[in-house]
């Protein structure tokens, strides 16, 4: 099966908004993204067959791109459809002359630290408390990888 890759728009959101309710504890929400379409980062829409399946934030910095938010719809995961996004949003932040991708990823997200260590990511650092969590805080675990 193809995906397309789209820039995402404005009309998104909604979408992408009822899909990260869907996803994660702590969604990020409709201000969230058009705050980041807004100050012009990187935000994509993976498509196959005109269905969204994930999408994906990126932030530009002079020699390096922060990943913001990736996420595939929880039916969809573990099907190499995460894998195939991350090799995208490298090809993109090449395409801005990035040299190096950074990341934040809770301490307790095992499938992601995975995914990120097999794309060749390494913890840099921590950030104490950084996420919300039901009890409390969870540490933010920074990531890594050289393009």
Avoid: K
Wanted: net charge neutral.
């Amino acid at each position: 099966m193809t995906t397309d890759y789209a820039a995402m728009l404005p009309s998104d959101i909604a979408a992408v908004v009822d899909a990260e309710g869907r996803c994660h504890e702590f969604p990020w929400t409709a201000g969230n993204f058009a705050d980041s379409l807004a100050a012009g980062h990187g935000a994509w829409v993976a498509r196959e067959e005109g269905r969204m399946t994930g999408y994906a934030v990126m932030m530009r910095a002079p020699d390096e791109a922060h990943l913001l938010n990736i996420t595939i719809l929880p039916e969809l995961q573990r099907g190499g459809r995460g894998s195939a996004l991350l090799r995208q949003l490298f090809a993109e932040a090449g395409g801005w002359g990035a040299t190096r991708m950074l990341l934040e990823v809770r301490s307790g997200n095992a499938p992601g630290l995975a995914l990120y260590r097999r794309h060749g990511f390494a913890e840099i650092g921590r950030r104490r408390g950084y996420y919300p969590a039901r009890s409390g805080r969870e540490d933010a675990i920074v990531m890594a990888r050289d393009l």
